[in-house]
């Protein structure tokens, strides 16, 4: 790694010369930290992008400028993606371009061990996750799409609704089940909540890599230039079927 660039820093840090390679690496250590005081789901975040050479050790100010020009990417250019969730079990879910992989900690050994090999996202899935104490602040589009999803499907039953407060917990869940999870813009909020570089691109890489969606409704979260380190987007990610549904109703 040539520079770390975290959500809880102001500007990306250079790592020691010693250790230090050209690789930068973006990451939130601590996902759903609302979560710790009571023991709930939490996680860390990590995407990876390729060598760059502006990304050096010794960095004055037009450096370090560069560097941060140099770290606000696309999505797209990422090379590896990967989550760590902490609960019942710790889980390591990475993707390097070529499928999804979860590993989860085995205490008696203290190591990981292979549990999910080429994860695919179901196509489709009867969970949604949206904060929905927010309803009265979104777009009555949205609003029209939640209130499809609580009344009675083919089978007779609505679809569930489940929020953690947790991205890298509602989207294990989300692998494994399909659904749908949002978090998107609203009358407080224009930008949403989540970062694009932090949380949202590193995540919409590993659920395409499982073969799932991830958009802000405008265009592939992958696709979406940051223009600052920190920058906010919505995002609707999950199973493709479940948001080609949700992009009809939002159109």
């Not at 770390?4 to 973006?26: F, K, L, M, R």
């Not at 992008?49 to 400028?65: E, N, T």
């Not at 489709?124 to 609580?150: M, T």
Request: a negative charge; hydrophobic letters at 35%; proline letters at 5%.
């Amino acid at each position: 790694m040539g520079i770390i660039a975290s959500e809880e820093g102001d500007v990306p840090v250079a790592v020691e010369e010693t250790y230090s390679g050209n690789y930068i690496v973006v990451f939130d250590p601590i996902d759903g930290s609302a979560n710790i005081d009571i023991a709930l789901t939490t996680g860390s975040i990590f995407g990876i992008y390729g060598p760059d050479q502006q990304c050096l050790v010794d960095m004055d100010d037009d450096s370090m400028g560069k560097c941060i020009v140099s770290v606000c990417q696309r999505g797209s250019n990422l090379v590896a993606a990967e989550y760590c969730l902490y609960s019942s079990s710790v889980v390591y879910t990475l993707s390097v371009g070529n499928g999804v992989y979860a590993f989860t900690l085995d205490p008696a050994y203290g190591e990981f061990a292979l549990t999910h090999e080429d994860i695919k996202i179901p196509k489709a899935g009867r969970i949604y996750s949206f904060n929905e104490g927010n309803y009265d602040l979104w777009d009555v589009k949205l609003q029209n799409y939640i209130d499809h999803l609580r009344q009675p499907g083919p089978n007779g039953k609505p679809y569930s609704g489940r929020y953690i407060g947790c991205l890298v917990g509602e989207i294990y869940r989300m692998l494994l089940y399909g659904g749908i999870y949002g978090n998107p813009k609203n009358k407080n909020s224009k930008n949403g909540n989540l970062r694009l570089l932090y949380e949202c691109a590193p995540m919409s890489y590993i659920v395409e890599q499982a073969g799932g969606k991830a958009t802000d409704c405008n265009q592939r979260i992958l696709e979406s230039m940051p223009e600052k380190i920190h920058q906010r987007t919505p995002i609707f990610i999950g199973s493709p079927e479940e948001i080609d549904k949700l992009e009809k109703y939002l159109a």
